[in-house]
T-cell receptor, first 118, second 115 residues
Framework: AQSVTQLGSHVSVSEGALVLLRCNYS??????LFWYVQYPNQGLQLLLK??????LVKGINGFEAEFKKSETSFHLTKPSAHMSDAAEYFC????????????????FGQGTILTVHP | ETGVTQTPRHLVMGMTNKKSLKCEQH?????MYWYKQSAKKPLELMFV???????ENNSVPSRFSPECPNSSHLFLHLHTLQPEDSALYLC??????????????FGQGTRLTVV
């Protein structure tokens, strides 16, 4: 079984400030980890993903995330927030089910709404 | 057209109506999904189709009936819904490869309101 916990349902930052969105996961198998962004009345757009290899992954729009196995974390960061970053962000985990397959099924966290103040 | 396309974008239906949501993917993927996104709740996986076979059904009420006629199309047939079924319904697709997990690509969603 897999689960994802996003700490903080709302995060507010000033424009130009550091963005840090927290994600912790639970997985009995090596996880694949994803961050998605959702703008109002839109679908989900992939920001970045971790599969294997380098634990620091870079995504679109200046975002990056670091996989820390010992902490079971995959926090999302951006050095300098922009007004256009205001959206809801979802962390997700994918892995294998009991049958040895996963079909790319994702388990999502509850989401974090990011607000950026001028 | 590219990506994952969902129609309609908005739907209002009465509890006695029958309607269908449509999803089409132009990515050549072999797996498709329906997710439900309700206010203040995590995204819920409803159905998974892989290679046109339903491989997962997460205890979804029978008033929701999926159909996957081919690898590019996915439908969600709705009948006698309840007001609590009002939500954003998201379709997604991915390429399933044994031994790998690939990311899912999402459509824009259908905002469903049951009155």
């Amino acid at each position: 079984a897999q689960s994802v916990t996003q700490l903080g349902s709302h995060v507010s930052v000033s424009e130009g400030a550091l963005v840090l969105l927290r994600c912790n996961y639970s997985s009995s198998v090596p996880p694949y980890l994803f961050w998605y962004v959702q703008y109002p009345n839109q679908g989900l757009q992939l920001l970045l993903k971790y599969t294997t290899g380098a634990t620091l992954v870079k995504g679109i729009n200046g975002f990056e995330a670091e996989f820390k196995k010992s902490e079971t974390s995959f926090h999302l960061t951006k050095p300098s927030a922009h007004m256009s970053d205001a959206a809801e962000y979802f962390c997700a985990v994918s892995g294998w089910n009991a049958g040895g397959t996963s079909y790319g099924k994702l388990t999502f966290g509850q989401g974090t709404i990011l607000t950026v103040h001028p | 057209e590219t990506g994952v396309t969902q129609t309609p974008r908005h739907l209002v239906m009465g509890m006695t109506n029958k309607k269908s949501l449509k999803c089409e993917q132009h990515l050549g993927h072999n797996a498709m999904y329906w997710y439900k996104q309700s206010a203040k709740k995590p995204l819920e996986l409803m159905f998974v189709y892989s290679l046109e076979e339903r491989v997962e059904n997460n205890s979804v009420p029978s008033r929701f009936s999926p159909e996957c006629p081919n690898s590019s199309h996915l439908f969600l047939h709705l009948h006698t819904l309840q007001p609590e079924d009002s939500a954003l319904y998201l379709c997604a697709s991915s390429q399933f490869v044994l031994g790998k997990n690939t990311e899912a690509f999402f459509g824009q969603g259908t905002r469903l309101t049951v009155v």
